[in-house]
């Protein structure tokens, strides 16, 4: 195994959710209902476990050992090798991604998703690409309720009506494949579950709008257009990417309309499409750990990422849901 070993101590906690005379999860000492439970409903950072190691077989990133990535010169229309490389890294991601879905429940916390993600990633020969990512420690991101993207998986159980976003990015074959979606925790309210489908549908809108010749803006054009019907915000903080031998690179792809976005769209580039649509504002604030983003209101977001290559008529998705099994 290579890097820091995986802290065996632990691993099986009954999935339970905690009553509000129970200890905190937090391992404060205070009861559930003075300590996390009295956050207004907030969500709060818990405990960070220590990285995950991968077997020494599998290739790392060319950033793991150091956390910042290398440049290289690539363009955006990616060769037909490369493609044919990265609809495999993409097929793994959307595997991992519905392994990691499945295991969502109340009282399961993300740490547990992290650690069935990071399993999944390594037995199909994949590489974590989050890991040690400009320091991120983490195998894949866990982003509840409020929290836009970026949630690191720590211990805090899911509860029962929770919203969830798993990420999950796979290196393998030297190229990555980006998808995430949101999931629901046990029974979750009307307004929520129609956050998340509209988000969807969000991420499917803008997908087909991809077409060889048209600018990149038309993407984010159609998600607002969506969104706003739906009276949601589109953050706009964060965007989706070029991806290829790299993970995030040329073309940015607005999910709101900017005219800017003037790129037009050729047959063979590789970008995500990943709206995050707020129930309310679409500004957002940062927590201290430097990476998490939340939305300024406290109101719920949602978000769906694919990973396409532009074709000839439109667009390939190259992360697929995998058959129901
Ligand atoms: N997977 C995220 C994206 O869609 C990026 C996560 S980078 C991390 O672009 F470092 F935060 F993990
Ligand atoms: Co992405
Ligand atoms: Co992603």
């Keep these: 195994m290579r890097g820091v070993p995986a802290a065996g101590a632990g691993a099986a906690r009954a999935h339970r959710v905690l009553r509000s005379n129970d200890p905190c999860w937090c391992g404060s000492g205070r009861k559930y209902k003075r300590c996390h439970k009295a956050s207004d409903g907030r969500v709060l950072p818990g405990r960070v476990s220590p990285m995950l190691a991968v077997p020494d077989g599998i290739p790392a990133t060319d950033y793991y050992l150091t956390g910042e990535p290398r440049h290289l010169d690539e363009p955006m229309v990616k060769s037909p090798d490369v493609i044919e490389r990265m609809r495999v890294a993409g097929r793994v991601a959307a595997e991992v991604l519905a392994v990691t879905g499945a295991a969502v429940a109340p009282g399961v916390t993300t740490d547990e998703l992290d650690r069935i993600a990071h399993q999944a990633y390594v037995e199909r020969g994949a ?19 409020e929290v836009i993207c970026h949630g690191i998986p720590d211990d805090r159980p899911l509860e029962d009506g929770d919203i969830v976003n798993v990420d999950v990015t796979a290196y393998v074959g030297g190229v990555h494949g980006d998808c995430n979606a949101t999931f629901c925790v046990g ?55 070029g991806i290829g031998r790299q993970f995030h690179i040329p073309p940015s792809v607005p999910h709101y309309y900017d005219p800017e ?39 719920r977001s949602a978000q769906f990422e694919h990973t396409l290559v532009v074709t000839d008529t439109g667009a390939e998705v190259l992360t697929p849901e995998p058959p129901a099994r």
């Design 187 to 241: 029974e979750v309210d009307a307004a929520s579950r129609a956050l998340v489908e509209v988000t969807r549908q969000c991420r499917d809108l803008g997908i087909a709008a991809v077409r060889p010749g048209r600018p990149l803006s038309d993407i984010g054009k159609a998600i607002e257009a969506h969104a706003t019907a739906h009276g949601y915000g589109v953050v706009r903080m964060f965007v989706g990417h």
């Design 127 to 145: 590489f974590p690409s989050t890991l040690n990512y400009h320091g991120y420690p983490k195998s894949i991101c866990t982003s509840v309720n």
């Design 261 to 299: 976005a003037a790129t037009v769209m050729e047959p063979g580039m590789t970008f995500t499409i990943e709206p995050m649509i707020s129930a309310g504002t679409w500004r957002e604030k940062m927590w201290d750990n430097g990476w998490t983003a939340v939305t300024a209101d406290g109101r």
